[in-house]
Every structure is written in structure tokens, then in C-alpha cells.
């Protein structure tokens, strides 16, 4: 039998999906469908937007009105469609290199707009879909098929990147910590403005095999013990936080969004 | 109404007439008066107006925004046209609405942006990567500026095909009398949508129909939009089978209906037996050699084409197997003279007069050129 869940938000029969055994894309993807389903949003009025990458294939799982794009362009095609059409909820999937390397501008920008959209990133730290390239978020020192001596980039923070560019909702989070993700990309989506979760997910087959890094248990393992609230992480004692990542709600804040100004804009001209 | 404007003020006026109610772009000499004035204009008719980060996203977000619904349109200049191609192409796959406006400047890279050229004709047929449908119109004055820019939201609506308006520095920037009708004349095209409780194909055509119809996103059809090879559903497919349908398909779209699209001028082509052929800009001085070289006792005809692409080769081919020769005269080294060379199929000799260093070629130029090579 499958999952309730699964069958309201999910198009079944394109299912199985694309991704290899262990990726946590999917985590991501059915958490996205928990948070729509708990917001209790009408099908009818979501846009899911994608660039290029395993983890833009999301929306063509997802029975919503779906728009999978051109790489990097993702954010860029969601402004048209929102700006268009307010009424839609539009929430944009992108991978780290699609996000952060080719889109990186559209990223900032949307960012500095505050526009209503809702970018999860699902950053594995590499490029998945060409075979395991370096990406902007992969470690320094840490192997890929184009770092075959280790990277010698240092990487891009995502989350603080989205916040100092203007990003009024911004939430860093684990493919293993589900529950917080769940809750973070449901505010995320009902905030207004622009919002970011950057999930940590693991790409097993290139990031981890290239990296020694085990399994995909071993991997997600690793997030669990890596990753600590940032607020839990301010009570620790210095020698606990050490080689600790930081997670958690870093920013939520109200702004005037973008399209509700433009929208009071077009009611101004009308006197 | 009469009214003195500029090629890219027209421009404007006739997309908003056709219904335009997005614009979205990036600024660029010399096309930016057309962002200016739909910035000023679009908000006061309901409409959304936003500058962009970049000609890619400026591109992009006019494909989301066609997708709800609205008509959209961007506009741009040489260096800003190359960014777009990525996304033309994906217009073309996808089969969305869409019109470009490339104001044409001289020259590769940053080249001459304030000097004319049309040196973009090839880009716009081929500029995006692999095989694709386009059409491509290219207007010589404002007031032809104003109906050919309503022909290309038209043309877009029903064909969902992406619509290059080709324009150049010379008519994006004169000014002229242009009588802008009352919008009851003028006719426009919209989109076909499904009806509510329609089983759904987004890529399927209905019998009887030229191209799937077209749901708004948001209007209760939850549908999958991709740029890769998609079957009937619009869903991922990798059968080549299923791609040689979609691809026969989109590419039949500008030779089946070519009749309702091409369009072109010949001016005293009847008796002729010399053609002088120009397009765009350009053809402002081919038309005024024309008359003087008429007056001076030459049998010679203008040819000139308004969509470039698809190109009017029936009409070209038809001249071309009665005349002497054929004059073309354009703003580059020579790229319509290729299509032109191909049309007449040595029936008869193509001469050439080209520039590309951003001078505009004078009917003086012309009238001397022609009777140098039709003697
Ligand atoms: C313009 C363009 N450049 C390059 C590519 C090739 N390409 C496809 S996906 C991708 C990277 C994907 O990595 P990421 O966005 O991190 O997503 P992932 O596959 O890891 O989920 C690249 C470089 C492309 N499709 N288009
Ligand atoms: S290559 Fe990596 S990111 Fe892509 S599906 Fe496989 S595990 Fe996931």
C-alpha cells in the first residue's frame, strides 16, 4: 500500500526515481511535501521551479505545477512566475552548483528583492548529475573528478550568502535532521519574503566515494554528529563545539516582499 | 491617433496592444527606451514591469510569466541577444509564448552600441543550440515597427512559438508620424486553453488544431513543464522515437503555416529585371535608390523580406528565375546574401554591397554600386 502522503502530492507513476541508493534527495523532496501538506495548500495553487541537476528532477515527481528549467535558472523563471501571478506559492529546488555557482547571481538577487519564493537548496557539496565535479560548497582539500589533488577553493557559506544578500527567512539544516527540517521548510514557505533551507544531503556515489567517506549510513551518520543547533552550540563549552557545523533558524524576519509592493504600486497609478 | 515617435517607443505602443502585460529585462544601448517606456506604462494598465539582474534571467522570467498566462516580452541589443540564447531555445522546446526584440547595434562583443548593424540575422535563426522553430520579423519604419511588434505577440499566441522582433539602431531611434489605430481594428490572437475537465495533454494536439493548447499554471491543470525531450504528457522521455515526433513536430511548425507567416515586400517587382533586395533599416535606402535608379531609366524592383525567418524563398525563388541579378544590400558581410545565393541557385548572379563598421550604407552608395555591377 502506499503512503497517504505519497499519493496526494506525489505523481505515482513516475515514480521510482532517478536517484541512486543512499541519496538523500528524496528526504528532502518528501519533506517539502509534509510542509506543503501541513500548510494545507491547494495543489492547484503551488509552482515547484527546478534548474538542472538530480536534484532538479524533484518536481516532476510532485503533482503540482511544475517547471523544470534551464541550469543556474531556476530562481530567475520562479521571479516571472510569482511577479505574474502573487497568488501562487512557488517554491524553487536547486542544487549547490546550480544555486550557488551558474545561478549564483539570480540567488543574491532574488534575495536582495525579497521576493516570495522559497529556495531549498539540496546541497550535497558537488555535482552529482555530471559525475562528481567540484561545486562552490565543496570542501577545501576534500577530492572531486576535477579536483583529482584536492580543492584548493575555498567554499561558499549558502545560507550566509542568501542572508547577506537580503534574505529575510534563511534555515540551514541535515538531510538526518528531518524533524527540524520538516518545521523549517514549513515556515520557510509560509514566511513573506524571500526564504532559504539549505539541506545538507549526501551524494554516496561521487561526493562520498570520492572522499572516503563510507556508505550512505556512514555518511548521514556523520551529518548527526557533525551538525548542532547554533543556539545550542552558543552554551557549549569551547573544546564541545570544536569541529561542530551549525545548523538551525539563523534568520526570520519581516519585510515588505516584493510583489505586494509592486501590486500597491499598480493601485497607487490607478487614482 | 496621430503621434511622433521613436521605432522603440512604437514598439511599446504595440505590445501593449497586443495585450503585453510583462516585461522583463536588462538595460542596453540602443534598446532601453523599451524597458523605459514599459516600465512607465505597464503598472498603469494592471500589467508588471522588472529590470533583471542579466539578459538570462531577463529572458527567464518573461518564459515563468508567459507560463500564468500573461503575455511577456524582453528586449535587447547584440551582447544581451547572446546571453538570451540558452533560453530562446528552451522557448522553442517547451513551445512557450514569447516575443524577443533585439535592437540591432554594430558589431561582435561590446562592438559599435550606439551605431546600426544587422549583423544578428544568422544568431536569430541559429543562435540557440540544435535544431528549433523561430520566427523572425524585421520592420523598416515606426509605424511598421507598432503593427509588426502586435504581429509578433500574434504570431507567438498561435504558433507558442518564440517570436524574434529584428530591429536596428536606425528604426529603434528615428522618430516619425505614426497613426495608432483604436484598438477595436486591430485584431488579436490569443493562446488556446483547455477547457475545465479536460483530460489533459500539454503536449498533445487536439484534431484539427496547430499546437496543444495551453494551460495557465494556477488554473487547476497541474501540469510538467521540462526543457528535455518530453512526450505528449509533457514528462521526460528518452525514446528517440518519441523525440523524432516532437522534433518533426516543432520543426513543421514554420513550413506548414509559412503561408500565414512569411511576409515581404516587392516594389515595382513586376517589370523588373534587376532586384535590389534590403530588409530592416536597410531598405530605407535600397527603396530611395530604387526610385532614383527607376527615374534614371533602370527596370530595377525592391525585394523586401519582413519575416526573415522563415524567409520568403517562394516569392525570392520565383524573381530570381526572371531577372538579370540581385543587389543585396545589408549591414554585416554578407549573411542574407548566403540565403539569397542558396534561393536562386545560380539562376542568376547575387552581387553584394555590405558594412559592418557601423556606417549606414547611403542610396548614393547603392546607385553607384548597382550601376557598376548591372551593366
Ligand atoms: C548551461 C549548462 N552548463 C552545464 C550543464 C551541465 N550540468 C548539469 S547538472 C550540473 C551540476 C549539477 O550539480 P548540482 O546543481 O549541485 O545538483 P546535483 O546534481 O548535485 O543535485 C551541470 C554542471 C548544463 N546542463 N547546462
Ligand atoms: S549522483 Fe549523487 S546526487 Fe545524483 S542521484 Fe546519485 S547520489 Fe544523488
Known amino acids: 500500500m502506499n503512503h497517504p502522503l505519497a499519493e496526494s502530492y506525489f505523481r505515482m507513476d513516475k515514480l521510482p526515481h532517478i536517484w541512486c541508493p543512499g541519496c538523500s534527495h528524496g528526504i528532502i523532496m518528501a519533506s517539502i511535501a509534509r510542509a506543503i501538506d501541513r500548510l494545507g495548500l491547494d495543489k492547484d495553487n503551488v509552482c515547484i521551479v527546478s534548474g538542472i541537476g538530480c536534484s532538479s528532477r524533484a518536481p516532476g515527481y510532485m503533482d503540482f505545477n511544475t517547471l523544470h528549467t534551464t541550469h543556474g535558472r531556476a530562481l530567475a523563471f520562479a521571479t516571472g512566475v510569482k511577479l505574474a501571478n502573487p497568488k501562487l506559492e512557488v517554491i524553487v529546488i536547486s542544487g549547490d ?52 589533488y584536492g580543492n584548493i577553493d575555498k567554499p561558499f557559506d549558502i545560507t550566509k550568502l542568501a542572508i547577506g544578500a537580503g534574505a529575510t527567512y534563511a534555515a540551514k539544516v541535515t538531510a538526518f535532521h528531518v524533524t527540524q527540517m520538516d518545521k523549517y521548510i514549513e515556515s520557510a514557505i509560509a514566511h513573506k519574503g524571500f526564504s532559504l533551507v539549505e539541506a545538507i544531503a549526501v551524494c554516496p556515489t561521487y561526493y562520498g566515494r570520492k572522499n572516503r567517506k563510507g556508505s550512505a549510513v556512514e555518511m548521514m551518520t556523520w551529518l548527526k554528529d557533525h551538525y548542532i543547533d547554533f543556539k545550542v552550540a552558543e552554551k557549549l563549552p569551547p573544546e564541545k563545539r570544536e569541529g561542530k557545523e551549525l545548523m538551525g533558524e539563523f534568520i526570520n524576519v519581516d519585510a515588505p516582499e516584493y510583489t505586494a509592493l509592486y501590486d500597491a504600486l499598480i493601485d497607487r497609478l490607478k487614482d | 491617433m496621430i503621434k ?78 547572446s546571453l538570451k540564447q540558452e533560453n530562446i531555445g528552451y522557448a522553442a522546446l517547451a513551445e512557450v509564448p514569447l516575443v524577443i526584440v533585439n535592437v540591432q547595434r554594430g558589431g561582435p562583443s561590446t562592438g559599435l552600441p550606439t551605431s546600426p548593424g544587422q549583423g544578428d540575422v544568422m544568431q536569430a535563426r541559429w543562435g540557440t543550440h540544435g535544431d528549433h522553430p523561430i520566427i523572425c520579423l524585421t520592420p523598416d519604419s515606426v509605424t511598421e515597427t507598432f503593427y509588426l511588434t502586435i504581429r509578433a505577440f500574434n504570431l507567438a499566441e498561435k504558433y507558442r512559438v518564440p517570436v524574434i522582433l529584428l530591429t536596428d539602431e536606425i528604426t529603434g531611434h528615428m522618430r516619425e508620424k505614426i497613426d495608432i489605430p483604436d484598438p477595436s481594428e486591430i485584431e488579436i490572437y490569443n493562446r488556446k486553453r483547455p477547457e475545465t475537465g479536460d483530460v489533459y495533454h500539454p503536449y498533445g494536439v487536439e484534431p484539427g488544431e496547430i499546437v496543444p493548447r495551453m494551460a495557465d499554471f494556477g488554473s487547476g491543470f497541474r501540469y510538467h513543464v521540462t526543457g528535455l525531450m518530453h512526450d505528449e504528457t509533457g ?71 519582413i519575416s526573415l525567418w522563415p524567409f520568403p524563398e517562394e516569392a525570392l525563388s520565383a524573381l530570381a528565375g526572371k531577372v538579370k541579378g540581385i543587389l543585396v544590400t545589408e549591414l554585416n558581410y554578407g549573411q542574407i546574401k548566403l540565403e539569397v545565393e542558396r534561393i536562386a541557385c545560380g539562376r542568376c548572379p547575387v552581387e553584394f554591397l555590405g558594412r559592418g563598421n557601423g556606417e549606414v550604407i547611403t542610396p548614393e552608395m547603392l546607385i553607384e554600386t548597382f550601376e557598376e555591377v548591372a551593366k
Open chain 1, 97 to 148: 552548483g546550480d544555486l550557488s555557482a551558474i545561478g549564483g547571481n539570480h540567488l543574491i538577487h532574488a534575495a536582495r528583492r525579497n521576493i516570495g519564493l522559497t529556495t531549498i537548496c539540496f546541497n550535497n557539496n558537488i555535482y552529482g548529475m555530471t559525475g562528481g565535479q567540484y561545486s562552490p560548497t565543496t570542501p577545501t582539500g576534500d577530492k572531486a573528478t576535477t579536483a583529482p
Open chain 2, 235 to 305: 514528462f521526460p522521455s528518452n525514446s528517440t522515437e518519441n523525440a523524432r515526433k516532437l522534433m518533426d513536430r516543432l520543426m513543421a511548425k514554420t513550413v506548414t503555416y509559412r503561408d500565414d507567416i512569411i511576409d515581404y515586400e516587392a516594389l515595382y517587382t513586376e517589370d523588373a529585371d534587376w532586384l535590389i533586395l534590403a530588409y530592416g533599416g536597410m531598405s530605407r535606402s535600397a527603396r530611395a535608390a530604387v526610385k532614383v535608379l527607376r527615374q534614371k531609366g533602370h527596370s530595377v524592383g525592391l525585394f523586401r523580406p
Open chain 2, 4 to 81: 511622433f515617435l521613436q521605432g522603440n517607443e512604437a514598439c511599446v505602443e504595440g505590445a501593449l496592444m497586443a495585450g503585453m502585460r510583462f516585461y522583463s529585462g536588462y538595460p542596453i544601448t540602443p534598446s532601453t527606451e523599451i524597458a523605459e517606456l514599459s516600465a512607465e506604462r505597464l503598472p498603469k494598465v494592471g500589467g508588471k514591469f522588472i529590470q533583471m539582474e542579466d539578459e538570462i534571467s531577463g529572458i527567464a522570467a518573461a518564459i515563468g510569466a508567459s507560463l500564468t498566462g500573461k503575455k511577456a516580452m524582453t528586449a535587447t541589443s547584440g551582447p544581451g541577444f
